[in-house]
């Protein structure tokens, strides 16, 4: 598998949104990617009721078995009421035009055309919308055990280097050193 890349900047992520948009379904996978930093099989297996009426989402983390539970945040609150709309609290909240609960493959395809059709240049798949939620978390309150402790990760370099903050680093001290 193909190591991707979070969403650096903000401008990009809105031209993903807007390119999503065209289907709510993807606009919501996406945005519930980005806004709560979880792993594609977690927000596959979210159904109707994990989010209606809901303030907070509480999960079993299908690769770590671990509990989660973390606040629904107001850009999602209204999305999810509007998406859940006369839907049955046992139904897959992502599902195909067949009635399937979306799968893997079809919401990483779905990821990488609209940031292909967005002119991003780096690799992209669903673990972007991960990265992408540590990345933002990260620049805007630097506290890299905080976002060690979300994601369980077993130290803060690893988190450093899973968000892509290292190789940044890297990047700007060599632009900025000139002899």
């Given amino acids: 598998m193909n190591k991707v890349e979070p969403i650096r900047n903000k401008n990009d992520l809105r031209k993903v949104e807007e390119i999503l948009a065209k ?9 519930v990617g980005t806004n709560c930093g979880l792993r594609i099989s977690d927000i596959l297996a979210l159904n109707v009721g994990d989010v209606r009426g809901k303030n907070y989402i509480q999960i079993i983390e ?3 078995g671990k509990f989660k539970k973390f606040p629904i945040n107001a850009k999602l609150k209204p999305m999810f009421e509007e998406f859940t709309k006369n839907k049955p609290a046992d139904e897959p909240l992502f ?16 990821i990488r055309e609209a940031c292909t059709k967005a002119h991003l240049e780096e690799s992209f798949g669903t673990h972007t919308m991960r990265k992408t939620f540590g990345y933002h978390h990260y620049k805007k309150y630097k506290d890299i055990a905080m976002l060690q402790k979300i994601f369980n990760h077993s130290s803060p370099l690893v988190t450093l280097r899973y968000i892509g903050i290292e190789q940044d680093q890297i990047d700007e001290s060599y632009v900025n050193f000139i002899l």
Avoid: Q, S
Avoid at 23 to 31: A, G, I, S, V
Avoid at 95 to 110: C, E, P, S
């Fill in 62 to 64: 299908k690769k770590t």
């Fill in 23 to 31: 289907n709510p379904r993807d606009l919501l996978m996406f945005t």
């Fill in 95 to 110: 599902m195909t035009k067949f009635k399937n609960r979306l799968g893997r493959v079809t919401a990483y395809y779905t």
